[in-house]
């Protein structure tokens, strides 16, 4: 087998200028899905009558499908509609200013937002009954009770479940080099191609997905410690 | 880019990539298959504290949880031909079919690995040295004692895995296999109906998925008939609690995979 480790390293350190776009997928999509997935839990939990159903059909929907079909349906129709819409209502925007980027980052909130709803839902539902019916009777508000009482516990028992999901977000991005998107995946085929050594490059690409999720999960080790102090500091 | 939408597409492309389900299904059914004598294979050295192999079989999981699935095919595909090499074998007529279901037998595996792990786990020690001290052997302690109720717990992350495999396999078409999404490739750039194409696709993988997840619960409340049983009897909410502690555990969610 004729590997070569040096250009191993040199893939490597390649492969960082790809990082950012990874690291921009990532925290975005993550962000935006907890939005989402708060806005989707709690429509669930609180039964909001048409909202509830929507909710619970989204969910079903984006986890019963590939994250690819959702990334390609977005790339492929959002510019339709667009298109449709400057040319009904005279929008100044096109289809073609819109960067790619936009596209990928659109997608993958909308699936990572029904991973977090179901995340966000089982934290909330872990939380004692008992404990909401005491803040009702000490006569706090709905939101009181929600950012006092519910949310930092909720927090605690999903931090295990959160950080699978950023882990799942991140080697998600890797998709986005199917909708030309410079990810380290894409980076990867371009230095792939251009060296004509792809065994190597995978293998530096691996590596550097392989650091960061074994730092994701560190960091989440660390903060579970730390916020589980109130539970004489052992992991739930 | 694309042509106009038109819905007419999408029925029409449903029985085309239909044709291609048993592909997309050979390949979950088989890498599962493999993923379970693999995933057997590396929990034992774990479970009995192996020295050397209790690190391999670390190392491993961790790099097939820590790395997202399309490198690993892309290493698979260019990095089983040369091991090949190696022990004199031509991999190069080889169909691009069998790399993939390499890959995905090989994340499986991890994944499967510690779903065996913490099922046996979850199985209370007590009942194990019960079970020795009325005379069972090892065998029938595994057998009768720890697989059945290790079983239960696992169904539904097992589950989940099945039907993270089942949507993994659509990335099979970036080395070139010909499964359901690599039709669909073909098919919308033969129609320039793009937005059809993925509308038909994502509806069979639906459908799958919820299919699969019914015969999955089917299982599961056969499998938990005996909790079901207990629990209507004593203390409902701690037996419940303690199944799903068990479920909702962070070392079993498929992490990285499954989306």
């Not at chain 1, 709690?42 to 909710?55: E, G, T």
Request: proline share 3%.
């Amino acid at each position: 087998m004729s590997l070569d480790f040096g250009f191993i390293y040199t893939a490597f350190l390649g492969l960082f200028s790809a990082l950012p776009n990874t690291l921009i997928i990532t925290v975005v999509s993550v962000l935006a899905g907890l939005v989402i997935g708060i806005i989707t839990a709690l429509a669930r939990i609180y039964k909001v009558p048409v909202l509830s159903q929507i909710s619970h059909g989204y969910v079903t929907f984006i986890r019963g499908t590939p994250m690819l079909m959702h990334l390609l349906l977005i790339y492929f129709s959002l510019p339709l509609l667009i298109d449709a819409g400057a040319k009904h209502f005279g929008w100044p925007l096109q289809s073609k200013d819109v960067p790619y980027m936009v596209f990928a980052l659109i997608s993958f909130s909308i699936t990572s937002g029904a991973y977090m709803s179901e995340v966000v839902r089982s934290g909330i539902q872990s939380v004692n009954k008992g404990q909401i019916e005491a803040a009702y009777a000490v006569g706090m508000t709905t939101w009181q009770v929600l950012r006092r009482i519910v949310f930092p516990q909720a927090f605690v028992v999903s931090l295990p479940n959160l950080t699978n999901s950023v882990i799942g977000m991140l080697h998600g991005s890797t998709l986005a080099f199917t909708v030309s998107v410079t990810e380290i995946q894409a980076q990867a085929e371009i230095l792939a191609s251009t060296n004509w050594k792809y065994l190597e490059v995978y293998i530096a690409a691996a590596l550097l997905f392989w650091g960061l999720t074994v730092l994701i999960e560190r960091i989440s080790g660390l903060v579970e410690k730390k916020i589980n102090v109130f539970n004489g500091g052992r992991a739930s | 880019m694309s042509r106009e939408f038109n819905i007419d597409y999408v029925f029409s492309f449903i029985p085309k990539m239909l044709s291609y389900l048993h592909i997309t299904l050979f390949i979950v059914a088989s890498s599962l298959v493999l993923g379970l004598i693999i995933g057997l294979l590396v929990a034992l050295p774990r479970m009995y504290n192996i020295p050397f192999l209790k690190r391999v079989s670390q190392v491993y999981v961790s790099f097939f949880r820590g790395t997202p699935i399309l490198i690993q095919l892309f290493l698979v595909y260019y990095g089983l031909p040369e091991l090949l090499k190696l022990v004199d074998i031509n991999s190069s007529r080889w169909d691009v079919l069998w790399f993939a279901v390499a890959t995905y037998a090989l994340n499986s595996g991890a994944f499967i690995s510690e779903i065996i792990r913490s099922g046996v786990e979850a199985v209370d020690r007590g009942q194990i040295e019960a079970a020795q001290s009325v005379g069972m052997s090892g065998y029938q302690t595994f057998t009768r004692i720890i697989m059945p109720q290790a079983l239960a717990v696992v169904v539904p992350v097992f589950s989940n895995l099945v039907i993270g495999n089942l949507k993994d396999t659509s990335l099979a078409f970036t080395i070139g296999a010909m499964e359901m999404t690599g039709k669909s490739q073909t098919l919308g750039s033969a129609t320039q109906h793009f937005v059809e194409t993925y509308i038909a696709l994502s509806l069979i993988y639906l459908v799958i998925s919820l299919i699969l997840q019914k015969l999955f619960k089917v299982l599961e409340n056969t499998l938990l008939r005996h909790e079901h049983r207990d629990a209507v009897q004593k203390e409902p909410e701690k037996r419940k609690s303690f199944v799903v502690r068990y479920l909702r555990s962070p070392r079993l969610s498929k992490g990285g995979k499954g989306i």
